[in-house]
């Protein structure tokens, strides 16, 4: 099994409510990451877990806020969000401790705030 | 972080060989040059990597200079399921154990049948 799982798909969110989305991976890796794309752009890296506990915080604003609760799960809390936070959000992991591991990413969630 | 310079986009006819180039004139001693790509609809995905010497997978091949400062992602026999969004990557190593995988432009290939 070579899957990064991200629920849901799609969501569409006003900027009152409170959504969560989720990442699911089984082989075995212990960072994971999350990223934010918007279209026709590269992806940014938002954050970074290792052995479950948060590593790397890109300044992302406290509306988003990361959770792993174990080895296989890593959520992203939504909170807040403004119209420009629109973007495709994407989850993937990797065995941490060498420069050439290769990060495995899910195909995202593209998420609307309106 | 080094920087890696990209064209925004290259066209291929299916069947012939592709080569997409990537500048990376600041490069350190101890980067590793990393390629990705990303199909439409799709999470990027891992194509290759490479230190100083050549380097072959099943995907594609990674020809590096001799002085490091540009990288060629060869791909030999171009098909459709290849038009991708084309990413050239310095890892970086930051935050103890974790390393940042940063993705600049990338090349916009487009596959002509």
């Known amino acids: 099994d070579t899957e990064v799982t991200q629920t849901p798909k799609h969501l569409v969110m006003g900027m009152t409510n409170k959504k969560s989305l989720k990442c699911e991976q089984h082989m075995g890796h212990r960072a994971m990451y999350w990223y934010k794309q918007k279209a026709k752009k590269p992806p940014e890296l938002m954050f970074v877990y290792s052995y479950e506990k948060l590593s790397i915080n890109e300044s992302v604003p406290s509306r988003f806020s990361p959770e792993c609760p174990n080895s296989s799960l890593l959520n992203l809390h939504l909170h807040a969000l403004q119209p420009e936070d629109s973007a495709l959000y994407l989850c993937a992991s990797s065995h941490p401790g060498t420069i050439n591991e290769k990060l495995f990413f899910g195909s995202g969630t593209q998420l609307s705030v309106l | 972080d080094a920087k890696t310079t990209q064209p925004n986009s290259m066209e291929s006819n299916e069947e012939e060989p592709v080569h997409l180039p990537c500048n990376h004139s600041?490069?350190?001693?101890?980067?590793?040059i990393h390629w990705y790509r990303q199909l439409p609809s799709q999470g990027p995905e891992y194509v290759i990597h490479g230190l100083t010497s050549n380097v072959n997978n099943r995907m594609a091949s990674l020809a590096i200079a001799e002085d490091r400062k540009s990288s060629t992602l060869i791909l030999h026999r171009a098909t459709l399921r290849d038009a991708a969004v084309y990413y050239c990557?310095?890892?970086?190593?930051?935050?103890?154990?974790?390393?940042?995988?940063?993705f600049g432009k990338g090349t916009l290939l487009t596959v002509n049948p």
């Open positions: 600041t490069i350190s001693g101890t980067d590793y």
């Open positions: 990557i310095l890892r970086d190593r930051s935050g103890g154990s974790n390393y940042k995988l940063t």
